[in-house]
């Protein structure tokens, strides 16, 4: 892990003018406030693993965001804050990207490393009819305190097979998959502990966006309310103290804003100026009862995935009309996995909206801390960040923020929104933890 400069300012005393004796300046001591932070634990999924550049591998873990935070508590008495990390002989875990250069064009290159750390397959039934393949991986045994798992959604945090269905959870628990029956609120529960963050619910939003709205389906408002009202009184049974987060607006990352319609339209009209709009399949309305799809010219108010071919555009596919140019037809739309449409986006950004307000409701109803990440991000979109002399933004790659995947968060993207949940418990409980110093964390490491 990088580590974070220790600074110590000392005041000298100073002699006052016709003073008999010099008054000198003492230290103001460091405090925890009215927190405890001796056995911290964060609760989350990805983005509270430290994933990032498409996968969880060793850096990221060390430069996940509680990481950082626990750093920064031991500055005020916090304790020991162990995760659990890919061995060195396994650090690139499960994969990743990295970047390998950069086009003639100047769009990046990228090269997907290995694998690491995984151990086998396995295939699980999910139904009378469906089995799931789960990858696994290497298991981990000691103590912890970081229990991100990539995937998990409040909706599945309380379901006792879960542990069977995603190899990141799978890992950090006893038995072997198909035997786990034991729900993620409960496994990081078992152990005491006085201070938690809670940052689940991401997923219940971002997997019906990045799916294109195609293949996964927004957790149901009144379920994602009585889910939190669930975990939070868990987390706070024995009279602890928190941090939460509310969820970023997933419209706003760089994974649907980097390549865009307009982007796309300008390629193709350069080989082909006769070409007048790109096609999509897109949903007729934003309401939750119609599921009507039907192909119409597509608005920069579409927003492609970044994960997609544009290689396809134009491509001959067979239509009852004959071959027709991929894209570039109503016969031959891009599908709705590769476009959050201006009605799928409207419809995500209406339910974040809603477990937000369920978030900051039920924290108030405890005196929980908030960190509203939602309003923080959205700001850095539209505005930037300046910090410590650094220019960041949500530009792909070059604002220093988003890792390669267009989601997740570079080493420096997690320390900035450490700071964030440390500004947020420091106002809640009157403690002092000092903010990490974010200069000391890369951004996307360039070739």
Request: aromatic residues 10%.
């Amino acid at each position: 892990m990088n580590k974070i400069k220790h600074i110590f300012l000392l005041t000298a005393g100073v002699l006052a003018l016709g003073a008999c004796k010099p008054e000198v300046d003492t230290l103001v001591a460091t405090t925890q406030g009215t927190a405890d932070f001796s056995r911290y634990i964060a609760v989350g999924n990805s983005l509270t693993s430290g994933f990032a550049d498409g996968g969880l591998y060793r850096e990221g873990q060390l430069n996940s965001f509680p990481a950082i935070i626990a750093e920064q508590m031991k500055k005020v008495g916090g304790g020991e804050f162990t995760q659990p990390l890919f061995t060195e002989q396994q650090a690139d875990g499960s994969g990743y990207l990295m970047l390998k250069s950069l086009s003639a064009e100047g769009l990046p290159v990228t090269q997907q490393i290995a694998p690491a750390a995984v151990r086998g397959q396995i295939t699980v039934p999910t139904s009378a009819t469906s089995t799931v393949n789960v990858t696994l991986y290497t298991k981990y045994t000691g103590d912890i305190n970081n229990y991100g798992v990539p995937g998990i959604k409040l909706l599945t945090s309380t379901l006792p097979a879960y542990g069977n269905l995603n190899g990141y959870f799978e890992r950090l628990l006893p038995n072997s998959a198909p035997n786990n029956n034991t729900s993620y609120i409960d496994f990081v529960t078992a152990k005491p502990f006085t201070f938690f963050s809670n940052w689940l619910g991401n997923n219940d939003a971002l997997g019906y966006a990045t799916a294109g709205g195609a293949s996964d389906e927004l957790t149901d408002k009144a379920t994602f309310s009585a889910l939190y009202n669930q975990v939070l009184n868990k987390l706070t049974m024995g009279g602890q103290k928190g941090v939460v987060a509310t969820i970023p607006d997933v419209t706003s990352i760089p994974y649907f804003n980097t390549v865009t319609v307009n982007a796309i339209l300008a390629t193709v009209k350069k080989a082909n100026p006769s070409v007048q709009a790109l096609y999509i399949n897109a949903r007729v309305s934003s309401e939750t009862a119609n599921t009507t799809y039907a192909a119409r010219p597509a608005t920069a108010a579409d927003l492609v995935v970044l994960t997609f071919p544009t290689s396809k555009i134009g491509q001959p596919v067979a239509t009852p009309a004959g071959n027709l140019p991929y894209g570039l037809t109503p016969l031959t739309p891009i599908e709705n996995q590769y476009v959050l449409d201006v009605n799928e986006a409207a419809r995500a950004r209406d339910y974040v909206a809603s477990y937000n307000t369920t978030i900051k409701a039920v924290a108030a109803s405890k005196g929980i801390a908030v960190a509203d990440i939602y309003t923080f991000l959205n700001g850095i979109k539209q505005n930037g960040l300046v910090e410590n002399g650094i220019n960041l933004s949500s530009q792909y790659i070059s604002g220093g923020l988003f890792s390669l995947d267009g989601i997740h968060l570079t080493p420096r993207g997690y320390a900035v929104v450490a700071n964030e949940f440390i500004k947020a418990i420091n106002k809640q409980y009157g403690s002092d933890i000092p903010q990490a110093n974010i200069s000391a964390y890369r951004g996307v490491k360039f070739p």
